[in-house]
Nanobody, 126 residues
Framework: QVRLVESGGGSVQAGGSLRVSCGAS????????MGWFRQLPGKEREGVAV????????YYTDSVKARFTISQDNAKNTLYLQMNNLKPEDTAMYYC???????????????????WGQGTQVTVSS
């Protein structure tokens, strides 16, 4: 059974940094896509960043490029999202996702991901 558990969310002032982590258990698909999505109440879940678990190639939504970095530690089965220069508009629930499309094709489509964590809240104050 696949389980994804996020941690590391919290509250920070604008311009600050946070790192969220996602521990994966029961998951061993080395050819698919893992990543981070975020969601505000009443809004659709949106893609933030993904990594191809086979090639290591990363993809980011435009609003976080040059500020966020996604990485993976295969030995620890952990996915990270380092978030720097945070802005109030980054406030959301952040979700880890796995089992996404091979090579992260069409990665922003949430229904292409098979597994989801429970989410961790990130709040950025101005």
């Amino acid at each position: 059974q696949v389980r994804l558990v996020e941690s590391g969310g919290g509250s920070v002032q604008a311009g600050g940094s946070l790192r969220v982590s996602c521990g994966a258990s029961g998951y061993a698909d080395s050819r698919s896509c893992m990543g981070w999505f975020r969601q505000l109440p009443g809004k659709e879940r949106e893609g933030v960043a993904v990594i191809s678990t086979s090639s290591g190639r990363t993809y980011y939504t435009d609003s976080v490029k040059a500020r966020f970095t996604i990485s993976q530690d295969n030995a620890k089965n952990t996915l990270y999202l380092q978030m720097n220069n945070l802005k109030p508009e980054d406030t959301a629930m952040y979700y880890c996702a796995a089992g996404g499309p091979r090579y992260c094709a069409n990665w922003m489509v949430t229904r292409y991901f098979d597994y989801w964590g429970q989410g961790t809240q990130v709040t950025v104050s101005s």
